[in-house]
């Protein structure tokens, strides 16, 4: 009897207790009908699936366990109940910023995930932006790549309220890059759920910088004028962006996203792409905001001789916790992987790398190089690394490496001999580590902003 009361126990904390994320709750958001059954399958899948834990070994290292989804409801039910905003609209800081990007393509804004500006400079015969329900086969676009199994990608699926798509025509080149910015207003207890669809047709070459935003925290944090909003305490929410990639045969993305959110955030971010034959992705990520920040990165190599290049820098303060998960998964002939991802933390900071090659048998001459470097700035602050290899096939060529370690006391003594003071020395050798990668964002027009927005994180961390 007290075996069969465990387990009855066990079994009741496996299944997520939710009021608010229920699949009445999906199926009653707007859209196209199949968009709808679609959300509510998904709602269905993950109220009826295991809550993911610690002791799970992709959630190994995280804060998953602290996660208590009855305090969120999407973003939507929050307004219809009259929860306040963080304060105004942040839009004159939103084109101030987007216009620092430089000239663009086209232009993709949702708040709170609802679609609310789309502009375009080219021919739609070339290049497609809006709702995934504008395409004729959206229902084939969206889920297409990110593998719905995952257990926050379902309740992405179940709650997006407008899907957005970039879609390249074969064999168009689209010059300028398309910027797609998802604003975060700052409800108190709202789930939002931003997701972005980018596919390119065969032979078809553009550039993506994806921004995922807090309205009043960050890159949007200071108005025109000059002034600084309230440094009060940030409301909690969960943010949770999904963005699935496919680059087609013979097609080139550059692709840019950037992460600032507030302090008291949640995002459980996954980034999922396919590269097909001769196909080319170039990827860069930058985390600078949340409370506990998690990005997964699966990148399948699928197509006879694609490459991948897949890059990220991030900096952690405070209490944060910065955790990235990556899977290098070459599936065909001759493929390519170059992953290198480079992080600072202080405070009591904590930053999580895993990382995993997987060569699949009959992905003869495969490349793969994998590195994660990881400054500790302060006693209390600590990061993991965790590289890992699966190789099923012996004609192939992996290696890879990670670092963690505090400053280089030599760089320090350099500086500091020279008249330098030692909280400016720290600095300099920091901002100097991330100017290495910072040279390598693959969009020029956002190089200036990666850069600043980085050497601004360090001077914040350790002032």
Same mark, same amino acid.
């Given at each position: 009897?007290?075996?069969?009361?465990?387990?009855?126990?066990?079994?009741?904390?496996?299944?997520?207790?939710?009021?608010?994320?229920?699949?009445? *709750?999906?199926?009653?958001?707007?859209?196209?009908?199949?968009?709808?059954?679609?959300?509510?399958?998904?709602?269905?899948?993950?109220?009826?699936?295991?809550?993911?834990?610690?002791?799970?070994?992709?959630?190994?290292?995280?804060?998953?366990?602290?996660?208590?989804?009855? $305090?969120?409801?999407?973003?939507?039910?929050?307004?219809?109940?009259?929860?306040?905003?963080?304060?105004?609209?942040?839009?004159?800081?939103?084109?101030?910023?987007?216009?620092?990007?430089?000239?663009?393509?086209?232009?993709? /804004?949702?708040?709170?995930?609802?679609?609310?500006?789309?502009?375009?400079?080219?021919?739609?015969?070339?290049?497609?932006?809006?709702?995934?329900?504008?395409?004729?086969?959206?229902?084939?676009?969206?889920?297409?790549?990110?593998? *719905?199994?995952?257990?926050?990608?379902?309740?992405?699926?179940?709650?997006?309220?407008?899907?957005?798509?970039?879609?390249?025509?074969?064999?168009?080149?689209?010059?300028?890059?398309?910027?797609? /910015?998802? #604003?975060?207003?700052?409800?108190?207890?709202?789930?939002?759920?931003?997701?972005?669809?980018?596919?390119?047709?065969?032979?078809?070459? *553009?550039?993506?910088?994806?921004?995922?935003?807090?309205?009043?925290?960050?890159?949007?944090?200071?108005?025109?004028?000059?002034?600084?909003?309230?440094?009060? $305490?940030?409301?909690?929410?969960?943010?949770?962006?999904?963005?699935?990639?496919? #680059?087609?045969?013979?097609?080139?993305?550059?692709?840019?996203?950037?992460?600032?959110?507030?302090?008291?955030?949640?995002?459980?971010?996954?980034?999922?792409?396919?590269?097909?034959?001769?196909?080319?992705?170039?990827?860069?990520?930058?985390?600078?905001?949340?409370?506990?920040?998690?990005?997964?990165?699966?990148?399948?190599?699928?197509?006879?001789?694609?490459?991948?290049?897949?890059?990220?820098?991030?900096?952690?303060?405070?209490?944060?916790?910065?955790?990235?998960?990556?899977?290098?998964?070459?599936?065909?002939?001759?493929?390519?992987?170059?992953?290198?991802?480079?992080?600072?933390?202080?405070?009591?900071?904590?930053?999580?790398?895993?990382?995993?090659?997987?060569?699949? =048998?009959?992905?003869? =001459?495969?490349?793969?190089?994998?590195?994660?470097?990881?400054?500790?700035?302060?006693?209390?602050?600590?990061?993991?690394?965790?590289?890992?290899?699966?190789?099923?096939?012996?004609?192939?060529?992996?290696?890879?490496?990670?670092?963690?370690?505090?400053?280089?006391?030599?760089?320090?003594?350099?500086?500091?001999?020279?008249?330098?003071?030692?909280?400016?020395?720290?600095?300099?050798?920091?901002?100097?580590?991330?100017?290495?990668?910072?040279?390598?964002?693959?969009?020029?027009?956002?190089?200036?902003?990666?850069?600043?927005?980085?050497?601004?994180? #360090?001077?914040?961390?350790?002032?």
């Amino acid at each position: 009897m007290v075996a069969e009361a465990r387990l009855a126990g066990l079994l009741a904390r496996e299944a997520p207790v939710l009021t608010t994320f229920t699949p009445d *709750a999906a199926a009653g958001l707007p859209g196209a009908p199949w968009l709808r059954a679609r959300r509510a399958a998904a709602a269905e899948m993950f109220t009826g699936a295991p809550v993911p834990t610690a002791k799970d070994e992709v959630w190994r290292y995280s804060r998953i366990d602290e996660l208590d989804l009855g $305090r969120f409801a999407p973003a939507r039910v929050v307004a219809a109940a009259g929860g306040d905003g963080s304060g105004p609209s942040p839009s004159d800081r939103l084109h101030a910023l987007v216009d620092a990007l430089g000239p663009r393509a086209g232009l993709v /804004v949702t708040i709170d995930g609802v679609l609310a500006t789309v502009a375009s400079s080219v021919d739609d015969a070339d290049l497609v932006l809006g709702r995934t329900t504008d395409l004729p086969d959206g229902g084939e676009v969206l889920g297409s790549v990110a593998d *719905a199994g995952h257990d926050f990608v379902l309740l992405n699926d179940a709650f997006a309220p407008d899907p957005v798509v970039v879609d390249v025509a074969a064999g168009a080149t689209v010059g300028l890059p398309v910027v797609v /910015v998802h #604003v975060v207003t700052g409800r108190p207890g709202s789930a939002v759920f931003p997701r972005t669809a980018l596919r390119l047709g065969p032979g078809s070459r *553009a550039g993506v910088v994806e921004l995922v935003l807090a309205a009043d925290h960050g890159l949007l944090a200071t108005p025109p004028g000059g002034a600084v909003p309230s440094a009060a $305490r940030p409301p909690e929410q969960l943010v949770v962006p999904v963005t699935e990639v496919a #680059v087609g045969e013979g097609s080139t993305l550059e692709y840019v996203s950037v992460q600032s959110l507030t302090g008291a955030t949640w995002q459980l971010a996954y980034q999922a792409s396919t590269i097909g034959t001769r196909a080319s992705l170039s990827s860069f990520a930058v985390a600078l905001g949340g409370g506990y920040a998690r990005l997964r990165t699966d990148s399948a190599l699928t197509g006879d001789g694609g490459t991948s290049r897949l890059r990220a820098a991030y900096l952690g303060s405070d209490h944060q916790m910065l955790d990235f998960r990556t899977l290098q998964d070459h599936r065909a002939p001759r493929t390519v992987s170059d992953l290198l991802f480079m992080g600072a933390v202080a405070d009591t900071a904590h930053a999580v790398y895993s990382g995993l090659i997987r060569v699949r =048998k009959g992905a003869v =001459k495969a490349d793969a190089v994998q590195t994660n470097h990881n400054l500790v700035l302060d006693e209390g602050a600590h990061a993991d690394s965790v590289p890992n290899l699966d190789i099923e096939e012996n004609d192939v060529r992996c290696s890879h490496g990670s670092t963690v370690g505090p400053v280089d006391e030599d760089q320090r003594y350099y500086l500091e001999s020279r008249g330098v003071e030692p909280s400016r020395a720290e600095r300099l050798i920091v901002a100097g580590f991330f100017e290495s990668i910072a040279a390598q964002v693959p969009l020029a027009g956002a190089r200036p902003l990666v850069g600043r927005a980085l050497t601004e994180r #360090v001077g914040v961390s350790r002032d």
